[in-house]
């Protein structure tokens, strides 16, 4: 069974949006929802800065921003259920995210612009390996 990823196409154009206004640097946003056995919902998203110091190649959430937003999302009865960062390279994981992976175990959608328009792939990480997810627009 292929596991999915429930995404609106409103959430989808505002992360692109995100990522758009962020160049040249990567954007970064956490996204909130439910999830289930095979696919994730994603009800909430949050945009976030990139405080990471190299934010062309990189990304990081401040810890008390994640923080925050983490205890909000327990309060509303949601689940962390994935990380979106933009890439000035193809939408697939670096080995540095795939270290990240291991940290993060949520799906990782990852967008780019490399072919003209942005794109955004999803993707989880199974013992070890990185697997595609699907992304189904609501
Ligand atoms: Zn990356």
Do not use: C
């Not at 994730?40 to 990081?60: G, H």
């Not at 960062?85 to 949520?106: F, G, I, T």
């Amino acid at each position: 069974m292929q596991y999915t990823l429930h995404l609106t196409a409103n959430d989808l154009e505002a992360l692109h949006a995100h990522a758009e206004s962020s160049l040249p640097f990567e954007a970064v946003a956490l996204l909130f929802g439910e999830q289930s056995e095979l696919s994730v919902t994603v009800n909430r998203i949050e945009l976030t800065n990139n405080e990471a110091t190299s934010r062309t190649t990189a990304f990081k959430v401040n810890p008390e921003e994640q923080y925050r937003l983490l205890v909000e999302a327990e309060n509303r009865g949601e689940e962390f259920v994935g990380i979106f960062h933009s890439h000035p390279a193809p939408p697939h994981p670096s080995n540095r995210d795939k270290q990240n992976m291991k940290l993060n175990p949520v799906v990782w959608l990852i967008a780019s612009k490399d072919s003209g328009h942005w794109i955004t792939n999803a993707f989880l990480l199974e013992n070890d390996h990185v697997r595609q997810v699907a992304l189904q627009l609501m």
